[in-house]
């Protein structure tokens, strides 16, 4: 018996090593109103193409971090084409990082939050992140909730968004179009008509890519369930819409007419063809300063003109965001800096311009100007970063963008659906269920959604094999969870 519990009790040892071999060494939360004795790095990854003077940016701010929360930090920038598989590939392999960029479209913010890959914010919006979570508001933040909890913290930024068309000036004032009186795809058909008779060298007068300035774009949604401003604002299957007949209707019509490129099922330069002055007209989400923004280095002028008003949706929230990796070691430090990063503009200018002399001179106290060849800027990755209102404006940049952006937010539609997120399915048959009809989604309405197929037949087929993957059933739960969602806001 003695030998028995000997041989027991060293197993009962060398278990508890093994345990704590595996376990994560986490510091204790610390005194937001004090600097820590101990230095922490933090390892952070943006989505941005690579610096080669990232080095003098992080030696000025861990300078200046060092008096304020004893922190450094180690900037990794990786290209888009890079940034979700990569991070990906860390979070599933469960290897250390402290800080890095998500969103809903990229490193699938909801589904890491739900798995435990990012940090809980939550109890801290009143210790480490209370300066910036004063500024962002309560409003904006409930649209980062997952289940109830924050695991991100939103980029400051336009947090509205409008539909509208972004089109080339000199062609407009050539044969005198007033953009702002065209509300509708069908309403702008004339004006694409005599664009293609009258300038041979825009043959496709108007662009459009999935998802992305599409006649669907249009028949506004939330989690691809709500049709803004009709059904009462409930749930519905908008793919058996009348509005999303029209919206392939007319993009069909348009592509048959010659309208838009005839390979818009595979083309991803819509951008670059504008910027060449090969499309006259495209539809895009905006905001004041879009059109400069996107075509600043092209050598025609682009004006804007929204054609929906500003509303806030589930982007507002889930965007754009920095999340706090659950493999960091001291998660407390990493918010202090988050807070920092959003509230001081010293930190914030340096991360995205450089060192003033070396990266950029100023010019007056809002704007300056880009050293070229220095090897560093983030500007154009702001909305990525920080809270884009601590930015330095530059000479191209409209003087007064962060008060036409401020403006546009405060003036957005706030609906209640902006806030509203499906709870996790855990349930084998229904998450089965939800694949198919996802999978038929993939399948069906993109050549719908880009005019490149007749819509009668294809239109109907989708309908009929969403019916059989279950999309009824979807719904009944669907309007079941907003129904409750309702009841409690």
């Given at each position: 018996?003695?030998?028995?519990?000997?041989?027991?009790?060293?197993?009962?040892?060398?278990?508890?090593?093994?345990?704590?071999?595996?376990?994560?060494?986490?510091?204790?939360?610390?005194?937001?109103?004090?600097?820590?004795?101990?230095?922490?790095?933090?390892?952070?990854?943006?989505?941005?193409?690579?610096?080669?003077?990232?080095?003098?940016?992080?030696?000025?701010?861990?300078?200046?971090?060092?008096?304020?929360?004893?922190?450094?930090?180690?900037?990794?920038?990786?290209?888009?084409?890079?940034?979700?598989?990569?991070?990906?590939?860390?979070?599933?392999?469960?290897?250390?990082?402290?800080?890095?960029?998500?969103?809903?479209?990229?490193?699938?913010?909801?589904?890491?939050?739900?798995?435990?890959?990012?940090?809980?914010?939550?109890?801290?919006?009143?210790?480490?992140l209370k300066d910036i979570n004063e500024i962002i508001g309560e409003e904006t933040m409930k649209c980062?909730?997952?289940?109830?909890?924050?695991?991100?913290?939103?980029?400051?930024?336009?947090?509205?968004?409008?539909?509208?068309?972004?089109?080339?000036?000199?062609?407009?004032?050539?044969?005198?179009?007033?953009?702002?009186?065209?509300?509708?795809?069908?309403?702008?058909?004339?004006?694409?008509?005599?664009?293609?008779?009258?300038?041979?060298?825009?043959?496709?007068?108007?662009?459009?890519?999935?998802?992305?300035?599409?006649?669907?774009?249009?028949?506004?949604?939330?989690?691809?369930?709500?049709?803004?401003?009709?059904?009462?604002?409930?749930?519905?299957?908008?793919?058996?819409?009348?509005?999303?007949?029209?919206?392939?209707?007319?993009?069909?019509?348009?592509?048959?007419?010659?309208?838009?490129?005839?390979?818009?099922?595979?083309?991803?330069?819509?951008?670059?063809?504008?910027?060449?002055?090969?499309?006259?007209?495209?539809?895009?989400?905006?905001?004041?300063?879009?059109?400069?923004?996107?075509?600043?280095?092209?050598?025609?002028?682009?004006?804007?003109?929204?054609?929906?008003?500003?509303?806030?949706?589930?982007?507002?929230?889930?965007?754009?965001?920095?999340?706090?990796?659950?493999?960091?070691?001291?998660?407390?430090?990493?918010?202090?800096?988050?807070?920092?990063?959003?509230?001081?503009?010293?930190?914030?200018?340096?991360?995205?311009?450089?060192?003033?002399?070396?990266?950029?001179?100023?010019?007056?106290?809002?704007?300056?100007?880009?050293?070229?060849?220095?090897?560093?800027?983030?500007?154009?990755?702001?909305?990525?970063?920080?809270?884009?209102?601590?930015?330095?404006?530059?000479?191209?940049?409209?003087?007064?963008?962060?008060?036409?952006?401020?403006?546009?937010?405060?003036?957005?539609?706030?609906?209640?659906?902006?806030?509203?997120?499906?709870?996790?399915?855990?349930?084998?048959?229904?998450?089965?269920?939800?694949?198919?009809?996802?999978?038929?989604?993939?399948?069906?309405?993109?050549?719908?959604?880009?005019?490149?197929?007749?819509?009668?037949?294809?239109?109907?087929?989708?309908?009929?094999?969403?019916?059989?993957?279950?999309?009824?059933?979807?719904?009944?739960?669907?309007?079941?969870?907003?129904?409750?969602?309702?009841?409690?806001?």
């Amino acid at each position: 018996m003695k030998r028995l519990l000997a041989v027991l009790l060293m197993l009962t040892l060398a278990f508890s090593m093994l345990a704590g071999c595996g376990k994560k060494e986490t510091a204790e939360l610390e005194d937001p109103n004090t600097v820590p004795k101990d230095t922490y790095e933090i390892q952070w990854y943006l989505m941005a193409d690579a610096q080669n003077d990232v080095a003098s940016v992080e030696e000025a701010l861990n300078e200046y971090l060092k008096d304020k929360i004893n922190a450094t930090v180690k900037i990794n920038c990786l290209p888009s084409a890079q940034y979700t598989k990569k991070l990906g590939t860390m979070i599933n392999a469960g290897e250390y990082f402290d800080l890095c960029f998500a969103a809903r479209w990229a490193l699938d913010y909801v589904g890491n939050s739900r798995s435990g890959a990012f940090y809980d914010l939550t109890d801290h919006l009143d210790t480490y992140l209370k300066d910036i979570n004063e500024i962002i508001g309560e409003e904006t933040m409930k649209c980062s909730y997952v289940d109830g909890r924050l695991y991100g913290l939103p980029v400051y930024k336009e947090m509205a968004t409008q539909q509208g068309w972004i089109y080339r000036k000199d062609i407009a004032e050539k044969y005198d179009i007033d953009m702002s009186k065209y509300k509708s795809f069908k309403e702008l058909e004339p004006v694409l008509k005599m664009i293609k008779e009258k300038e041979p060298d825009m043959k496709y007068p108007i662009d459009w890519a999935y998802g992305a300035g599409e006649p669907a774009s249009l028949v506004m949604t939330a989690n691809n369930i709500f049709v803004d401003g009709s059904y009462d604002n409930q749930p519905v299957n908008r793919y058996a819409t009348k509005e999303y007949k029209e919206a392939c209707e007319i993009a069909r019509d348009f592509y048959n007419k010659g309208y838009v490129r005839p390979d818009v099922l595979t083309a991803t330069d819509q951008v670059a063809r504008m910027s060449e002055g090969k499309t006259f007209v495209m539809l895009q989400p905006l905001k004041p300063g879009k059109a400069l923004e996107l075509f600043k280095n092209s050598k025609y002028e682009f004006e804007q003109v929204g054609i929906t008003e500003p509303g806030i949706d589930h982007l507002a929230g889930t965007g754009s965001m920095q999340v706090v990796s659950a493999t960091s070691k001291n998660p407390a430090r990493v918010m202090r800096f988050l807070n920092l990063l959003n509230t001081d503009p010293y930190v914030k200018n340096l991360v995205v311009h450089g060192v003033e002399g070396k990266h950029y001179k100023k010019i007056d106290d809002k704007t300056v100007e880009p050293i070229k060849g220095s090897g560093y800027s983030l500007y154009t990755n702001s909305w990525a970063i920080g809270n884009v209102f601590l930015d330095y404006l530059l000479p191209e940049d409209d003087p007064t963008k962060h008060e036409q952006l401020q403006k546009f937010n405060e003036e957005a539609k706030k609906p209640l659906v902006a806030t509203f997120l499906l709870k996790e399915v855990t349930d084998p048959d229904k998450k089965q269920r939800n694949i198919e009809i996802n999978n038929t989604v993939e399948n069906y309405a993109k050549q719908l959604n880009l005019g490149a197929v007749d819509v009668e037949p294809n239109l109907k087929e989708f309908l009929e094999v969403l019916d059989k993957a279950g999309i009824d059933s979807q719904l009944k739960d669907i309007k079941a969870e907003w129904k409750e969602f309702q009841k409690n806001n």
